[in-house]
């Protein structure tokens, strides 16, 4: 944690960083849109914090960093509301399925299933086969 000799000289350095000076004479014909990642952002919270703290102001840091106050009150947000997903680089692509291997355990069970009928159905015909042919030999198992 800094303490407050270390934010008074950044707030000396940036004072003179801030005397006027000349615009770049070249602008992007297309503006970028910049993105914080999530370690830059929970930083420059941090830092505002402890300026609060200190009673320091914190414009000087907006001035810096060329953020605006309602970034950083809605990282803020973000930050005591527990959305701390907000804050991190978010993964893209497909999203994983949550069913699916329920999905999976259903077809195998089905299937499973399926094989169990056909072998009922089987031992059900050679049963009757076998019912038959005693009847026939006439080996009834009553005597």
Do not use: C, H
């Amino acid at each position: 944690m800094p303490d407050l000799k270390v934010l008074k000289a950044k707030d000396e350095k940036n004072k003179e960083e801030d005397q006027p000076s000349r615009p770049a004479p070249e602008v992007p014909a297309t503006a970028k849109r910049r993105r914080f990642s999530a370690k830059y952002k929970l930083g420059i919270l941090e830092e505002i914090d402890q300026r609060k703290q200190w009673g320091l102001e914190i414009g000087s840091v907006l001035r810096r960093e060329g953020l605006y106050s309602a970034q950083v009150s809605s990282w803020r947000q973000a930050r005591e509301s527990g959305k701390l997903r907000g804050l991190e680089t978010k993964k893209r692509g497909r999203k994983p399925d949550p069913d699916a291997e329920l999905r999976k355990q259903l077809k195998q069970t089905q299937a499973e299933n399926a094989k169990l009928l056909k072998e009922l159905e089987q031992a059900e015909l050679i049963i009757d086969v076998q019912k038959k042919l005693s009847q026939l030999l006439g080996l009834d198992g009553k005597k």
